[in-house]
């Protein structure tokens, strides 16, 4: 037992170090662009108009789309030049997502990968209702996310390891809203 207590411990620290030096060195930490950049880069494939380059605008590019056309074009540049520090992050994170499934812990059972326990005695073994349910939270999270300019790693992990106020209240109303959700869906005590 005190060698799990210490590993959340341990993962605790290095995230937080993980956090530090990207604040320190790069900028803060945050993932929910990246898939309004991955949507411009796959848009932009097939529109020659989408993105282009603009000696006027602080990034040299500019966007028929208001949201990549942001904060000087900042997001249409990084439409126009995709590899940049963000995007290695998310690719790095999959990547060291695979290796840690691969490296640690107990390995789930099959019925466990599909979904877990507390889910299958709530709605049952049939894995399609879990899929559709996960794909459809997943886009409902990301809509969120956007929405509020921000994924949780950027506003509450970042946010609140900088002292930003909005951090603090992204943190309290994210927590605000799971847990009653929670407890609805799962009908817990």
Not at 9 to 34: D, N
Not at 128 to 143: N, Q, S
């Amino acid at each position: 037992m005190m060698n799990r207590q210490l590993n959340w411990f341990k993962g605790g620290l290095l995230l937080g170090a993980a956090f530090l030096v990207a604040v320190a060195f790069v900028k803060p930490i945050g993932v929910s662009t990246q898939f309004v950049i991955a949507n411009g880069i796959v848009w932009n494939l097939f529109s020659d108009t989408v993105v282009q380059k603009d000696s006027e605008s602080r990034s040299g590019y500019t966007s028929t789309n208001a949201y990549l056309n942001k904060s000087g074009g900042k997001y249409a540049e990084n439409v126009a030049n995709p590899i940049n520090y963000s995007f290695v992050f998310v690719v790095a994170m999959v990547i060291g997502a695979f290796i840690s499934s691969r490296l640690g812990g107990p390995k789930p059972t099959v019925s466990d990968r599909q979904a877990p326990d507390v889910w299958r005695q709530r709605f049952g073994e049939t894995p399609a209702l879990r899929y559709a349910t996960v794909f459809f939270a997943g886009i409902l999270v990301l809509f969120g996310a956007r929405l509020a300019g921000g994924c949780t790693s950027g506003h509450m992990m970042s946010g609140m390891m900088q002292t930003s106020l909005s951090g603090y209240l992204f943190a309290l109303g994210a927590f605000a809203a799971a847990v009653p959700v929670a407890v609805l869906i799962y009908k817990r005590k």
